[in-house]
């Protein structure tokens, strides 16, 4: 795999790999046909795009940890979907947190 290219896997396997180039916005790729997340404002407020991320991403930033602190309870795994610049290969799971 190229190193300008990230894999996007999700824990729900009905969903396929996407394969992204880095450096973007995950959720400008991502629509209900390819993949298992919701999103409603997709900035960062709602908290509806709340999933469970293994990978190397950059941390979150101040506004997004404090809304993972009030829905996620602070799940160090907890992202915003919305929020996720693509930096390396991840893994997603929207299960409940
Ligand atoms: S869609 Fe609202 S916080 Fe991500």
Redesign the pocket.
């Known amino acids: 795999m190229s190193k300008s290219l990230c894999n996007i896997r999700f824990s729900n396997r009905k969903f396929s790999t996407i394969i992204l180039e880095k450096n973007q916005l995950l959720?400008e790729h991502l629509t209900v046909q390819n993949s298992p997340i919701l999103?409603?404002?997709?900035?960062?407020?709602?908290?509806?795009?709340?999933v469970r991320v293994r990978g190397n991403i950059a941390p979150p930033n101040d506004e997004e940890k404090e809304?993972l602190a009030v829905i996620a309870d602070g799940n160090p795994e907890a992202r915003?979907?919305?929020?996720i610049y693509l930096t390396s290969d991840i893994e997603i799971d929207v299960c409940e947190l």
């Open positions: 959720s999103f409603g404002c997709r900035t960062g407020i709602c908290g509806t795009c709340v809304v915003l979907a919305c929020q």
